[in-house]
């Protein structure tokens, strides 16, 4: 007779998981609560008081927009290339990812300016207040992740030099877990901003 093995409970499952994956995911599920509660209360702040304003999207939030999703092609290519042990393009991967997140946080400074340019001040009303409140959390999120790529692309840059210890990052499922959490991380900080994106444009 066959033995089925019984499928892992959720508690079991958490017990296996690595101290930084699960530092990641709680530090991922406060921060969704964060951005849910934040973002009901853009929906009811008045929202109808930029329509009546009579203003439009900044356009950098718009080319931010689409380096941020750019961004998540590129980062799920470093996972590729990982799998793949094609070092080269995994450091590749990695910096053209933190570039354009660089890239995206510049971007939304340059849209608060446009905003205060709109008269849709930090200090003016509640809705425009979240427009500032939210881009900027999910910024300081992304710099988070910004700061842990530049250390990880450093440290994958200086052991491509020995072939050992490259061998030996390649192969070591420590620095496979670092890559999957970063990109992972990315991946949902793409997906938060792009839903305060579509709120944001609904709202002009």
């Not at 008269?119 to 710099?143: K, R």
Request: positive net charge.
């Amino acid at each position: 007779m066959a033995h089925y093995k019984e499928k892992p409970t959720l508690l079991q499952r958490a017990e296996r998981l690595h101290p930084y994956e699960m530092l990641l995911y709680l530090g991922m599920l406060s921060s969704g609560i964060v951005f849910l509660f934040l973002a009901l209360a853009f929906l009811f702040s008045s929202r109808n008081l930029l329509v009546g304003m009579n203003q439009t999207l900044p356009v950098s939030f718009l080319v931010s927009t689409f380096l941020l999703i750019i961004s998540g092609l590129t980062a799920t290519s470093m996972r590729i290339a990982f799998t793949e042990e094609n070092t080269d393009k995994l450091l590749g991967s990695l910096r053209t990812t933190v570039i354009l997140g660089f890239m995206f946080t510049s971007l939304q400074i340059v849209g608060w300016y446009e905003l205060k340019v709109k008269g849709i001040v930090f200090a003016g009303i509640p809705s425009g207040s979240f427009l500032y409140v939210l881009s900027g959390i999910h910024i300081f999120h992304l710099l988070g992740a910004m700061v842990f790529g530049l250390i990880l692309y450093f440290q994958l840059r200086k052991s491509r030099k020995d072939e050992i210890q490259k061998l030996l990052i390649i192969t070591n499922p420590f620095e496979k877990m670092r890559v999957r959490l970063f990109t992972f991380y990315w991946h949902f900080m793409d997906g938060i901003w792009l839903i305060l994106f579509l709120l944001f444009a609904l709202s002009f």
